[in-house]
């Protein structure tokens, strides 16, 4: 699977953003995906993942109520909606995918990952 970030950029706090992540490659249905992020400096962190059908997301505490994960399986794209964002949300985000089709949350789990894009978040 090929990964394609995107829509990364420049917000204030207590603004919105979307990015996506378009999948190119092994059938995009069977893959379980996610997102994690990596702050300058820092080790990566789960943010978010959808099941391969869309009907399971799970979040990590620190996002829970603000983002939120989607999947367009017709597009073969992954979204993360995020609102309500703070200076420490301020990462690069990479999208990954994962044959398991759930919601896993280990880094270890994902066997594609995407080359990144930048969110900075300005206070």
């Known amino acids: 699977v090929q990964l394609q970030a995107s829509g990364g950029g420049l917000v204030q706090a207590g603004g919105s953003l979307r990015i996506s992540c378009a999948a190119s490659?092994?059938?995009?249905?069977?893959?379980?995906m996610a997102w994690f992020r990596q702050p300058q400096g820092k080790e990566r962190e789960f943010v978010a993942a959808?099941?391969?059908?869309?009907?399971?997301?799970y979040y990590p505490d620190s996002v829970k109520g603000r983002f939120t994960i989607s999947r367009d399986n017709e597009k073969n794209t992954v979204y993360l909606q995020m609102n309500s964002l703070k200076p420490e949300d301020t990462a690069v985000y990479f999208c990954?995918?994962?044959?398991?089709?759930?919601?896993?949350?280990?880094?270890?789990?994902?066997?594609?990952w995407g080359q990144g894009t930048l969110v900075t978040v300005s206070s």
């Open positions: 990954a995918a994962s044959s398991l089709g759930g919601t896993t949350q280990y880094l270890n789990s994902y066997s594609y």
């Open positions: 490659g092994r059938p995009f249905t069977s893959q379980g």
């Open positions: 959808i099941s391969w059908s869309g009907g399971m997301t």
